[in-house]
C-alpha cells in the first residue's frame, strides 16, 4: 500500500513538474507574440517553427536543442524566447538534417549574444556528427544595443563565420535560405555556405540597408535592388536558386538534400525498435519527488530501454555504480548511473544514488 501511494504521489509531482515546463514551452512556442506570428503571416512568410515542420518529412519529429536558450533573459528588451533562433535536428528525405532558423517575431530575428552561443552550439553539433546544416535567414542583424557583448570574444558571433569556413573544408554541407533579411555581419553566412537560395519579395542581403546607403552617398535606391533576388541570382551571383515563396523554397531544400551523397557512417548501430518493459509513463511514477529519497536505478531503465536489450556491466563488482549496454528506441547506447547501497534489516538493497547518464542523447517517443 505504501509503495502504490509513494508511486501515486510522485507521478503526481512529476505531473505537475512536466506541466510547468510544457506551459513555458507553449509560452515559447509563440516567439514574439500571436500579432507578431500574424503579421507575419500577412506579409506571405511562415514562422520559423511552421518552416521547419515543412521542410522536415511528414510523420517525423524534430527534436529541438536550447528551447530555454535566454529563458527570462533580456527581460529589459521585453525578453527573447529561445534567443530569437530556432535549432534542432530533423529528418528530410531520411537524412539527419541540423536545422537553425531565424525566428523573425522576436526583434526581428535580431541576434542578441545568447543567440550566437546558440548558432554556434548548432554549428558544432553538426560538425561532429558530419550532418548537413541549414539555415533559415531571416534576421535584422545584430542586436545593437548589445554589440559589445555579441562580436569580442573567441567563442562570439564572429565565430561562425570562421565554423562556416571549417565545415566547407571539411565537405559538411551547408544550406542557406534567405527567406526575409539578411543584412550586415549576419549576410556573411548565406555567402559561405555551399548552396544559397533567396524567396523573391521577401528576401534581401546586404551589408547596408537603403538608409545607410542614403545617408552615406546620398543616393535612394530600393531594399529590392541594393540586394534582392534578382539583383543576387541574375547580376551579383551571390545567391543561386530564386524562390517565389516560403514553400516552394523550402521545397527546393529537399530536393537539394534529396541528392546529396553518403560519406563514412558514425558507426552507431540501430535496429528496429521494440516497447520497454514498463512503460515510459511510469518513470514518473517511480522518480521519487523527494531528492533525497533512494530508487532503484533498474526500474528507470525498464522504462526507457527497448526490451530484452539490456545486457548488464560487471553485475557483481562495485555495486555502487550500475552499467549496462542497452538499446533506446533500437539505437545501441551505455548507461552509468550511481546506485547507492543502503542496509535495511541486514539485507543489502541497491538503490540509486543521484548521476544518470546515457551517452547517446535519445528522446524515447511517448516521454512526454
Keep these: ?212 546607403v542614403k545617408a552615406a552617398i546620398g543616393e535612394d535606391v530600393d531594399q529590392e535592388t541594393l540586394g534582392g533576388a534578382r539583383t543576387h541570382c541574375e547580376i551579383s551571383g551571390v545567391t543561386d536558386y530564386r524562390m517565389k515563396d516560403d514553400k516552394s523554397c523550402l521545397d527546393k531544400i529537399r530536393d537539394i538534400v534529396s541528392k546529396i551523397g553518403h560519406g563514412p557512417k558514425s558507426g552507431i548501430d540501430r535496429i528496429k525498435a521494440k516497447s520497454p518493459v514498463t512503460d515510459i509513463k511510469h518513470i514518473t511514477g517511480i522518480y521519487p519527488s523527494a531528492q533525497n529519497k533512494p530508487y532503484d536505478v533498474r526500474e528507470i531503465v525498464e522504462c526507457i530501454a527497448d526490451a530484452d536489450s539490456v545486457t548488464e556491466y560487471k553485475e557483481d563488482y562495485g555495486k555502487t555504480i550500475y552499467c549496462a549496454y542497452v538499446r533506446i528506441d533500437g539505437w545501441a547506447a551505455g548507461i552509468v548511473a550511481n546506485q547507492r547501497l543502503v542496509t535495511k534489516n541486514g539485507k543489502g538493497e541497491m538503490q540509486v544514488g543521484g548521476l544518470f547518464t546515457v551517452t547517446l542523447r535519445i528522446r524515447r517517443p511517448g516521454l512526454y
Design 1 to 212: 500500500m505504501s509503495q502504490e501511494f509513494d508511486f501515486n504521489k510522485n507521478e503526481d509531482y512529476m505531473g505537475q513538474l512536466v506541466a510547468q515546463v510544457n506551459h513555458k514551452l507553449a509560452k515559447i512556442y509563440e516567439g514574439g507574440g500571436k500579432q507578431r506570428i500574424t503579421k507575419q503571416h500577412e506579409a506571405g512568410k511562415l514562422t520559423a517553427r511552421e518552416r521547419i515542420q515543412y521542410l522536415i518529412d511528414k510523420e517525423s519529429s524534430f527534436f529541438e536543442i536550447g528551447a530555454f536558450a535566454a529563458f527570462e533573459m533580456y527581460q529589459e528588451e521585453g525578453g527573447c524566447p529561445a534567443a530569437g533562433v530556432v535549432c534542432g535536428l530533423g529528418y528530410i528525405h531520411g537524412r539527419i538534417c541540423m536545422i537553425v532558423a531565424n525566428d523573425a517575431t522576436v526583434k526581428a530575428g535580431a541576434w542578441f549574444p545568447m543567440a550566437g552561443k546558440k548558432n554556434l552550439r548548432a554549428q558544432e553539433i553538426a560538425m561532429e556528427n558530419r550532418i548537413p546544416i541549414i539555415y533559415l535567414v531571416d534576421s535584422a542583424g545584430v542586436y545593437l544595443p548589445m554589440q559589445d557583448e555579441i562580436f569580442p570574444d573567441k567563442e562570439h558571433f564572429g565565430r561562425i563565420f570562421r565554423n562556416n569556413a571549417v565545415m566547407s573544408s571539411q565537405g559538411i554541407v551547408q544550406i542557406a535560405a534567405v527567406m526575409g533579411s539578411c543584412v550586415a555581419g549576419g549576410a556573411y553566412l548565406p555567402i559561405m555556405s555551399d548552396e544559397a537560395l533567396i524567396v523573391e519579395g521577401t528576401g534581401s542581403i546586404f551589408l547596408a540597408g537603403p538608409y545607410l
